[in-house]
């Protein structure tokens, strides 16, 4: 009896051990993009199922996030520093540091239990400036030199507290967005000069000067002050970018083009084929009367790129960039959902069924694999 049981233990640990020596291997749906950043030929997303590149030159896909051991999925921001480190923001969990992530990936986690002196864990926005990581967060504004987490010199204890919605540069002069307007910072004088026009949540430059989206318009600085321009007439903006000489706006339903003086809809007719919306709709069944654009980016050649999510849903549409005359849509082959309820087997398939709310777990760490029913009837395909 004592042989059979001594047996039986040594089966069940060597079962234990063999699944527990491999790592997992995660998926992520990564169509609910936060922000667009560009950097060398590729737009990096911040996403709901972390970091989504797209290589401008052969429109490649590459998903950061699998065997990174990273605290969440929800990527706010992301920058790369002057030693081609890539900085990810998180929504809720702080920051990461990736080393050598093409090659040999090494993470280095900052938090609220890990770094003495940070502000908070819900980090905002992300801008690498000479030396310097600069994070906003939605209390205050902080950075980190040489890797160490430090407070600029006037510049946090100012906006001490405060939300911080976007971070720009222009040589040593940083423009940051915050919930009363907008801060000048020099970066060697250490002065700190404040514009108090309403919560800014959008900075860049166009035709040699700096524009922002704030509560009161968007505006451009002229040396003495802030110079407002007009806006598109009934829409709410939520972001504006700039690029390749061109000057767009975004509010959550629709695209605008600076032109010879006036926001220009881009958009299209949305029940007209290679509108943004019609895209958004055949691609993705979200409707038309559904509003989702959120991020705004422009590459080299003066193309927007847009992404966003629908809330209801938590997707989006991946990223959609205009061409001139039409919008085009670029995704990967991906899950479609975050929120996996439960998996089923089929002779010749794996099939994952949304909806329960599980945003950001990993699909094997919360699914049940069992042999296919009738209780998953859903598709895999978004709609």
Sequence with gaps: MRGKLFVFFAVVFVLFTTVHSKEWEQFYNSSSVYRIREFGGSLYCATG??????????????????????????????????????WVGFAAHGIARVEAIETDPSVILYNLSRTSGMLSDSVTCLLSVGEDVYYGSTKGI????????????????????????????????????????????????????????GATRSLCSYDGHVYCLSDSGIFWYGGGG????????????????????????????????????????????PYTSGSLKNVLFVGYRIR?????????????????????????????????????????????????????????????RLQPCPPIRFQGQPVVQRSRLRPRQDSCRRSSRLY
């Design 142 to 197: 902080a950075k980190f030199f040489d890797n160490v987490h430090t407070k600029e010199t006037n510049l946090t204890d100012y906006l001490e507290e405060k939300p911080v919605y976007d971070i720009f540069a222009v040589g040593d002069s940083l423009w940051v967005g915050y919930s009363g307007g907008v801060v000048l910072f020099d970066r060697n004088s250490f002065q700190v000069v404040s514009f108090p026009i």
């Design 226 to 269: 802030w110079n407002q321009m007009p806006s598109p007439a009934g829409e709410a903006l939520v972001s504006i970018a700039s690029g390749g000489g061109n000057l767009f706006s975004i509010s959550r339903a629709k695209v605008f083009e600076w032109s010879q003086g006036d926001w220009i809809d881009i958009s299209g007719n």
């Design 49 to 86: 199922g972390g970091i989504m590149k797209y290589d401008l030159s052969d429109s490649s896909f590459t998903q950061y996030i699998n065997g990174l051991g990273f605290p969440s999925s929800g990527v706010s921001d992301i920058t790369i520093d002057n030693e081609g480190n890539l």
């Design 288 to 348: 038309t009367s559904t509003d989702i654009l959120r991020s705004i980016a422009v590459d080299p050649s003066g193309n927007p790129w847009v992404g966003g999510v629908w809330e209801g849903a938590r997707r989006g549409g991946y990223i959609t960039y205009y061409n001139g005359s039409v919008w085009v849509n670029e995704a990967p082959a991906q899950l479609s959902h975050n929120d996996i309820m439960e998996m089923d087997i089929a002779p010749d």
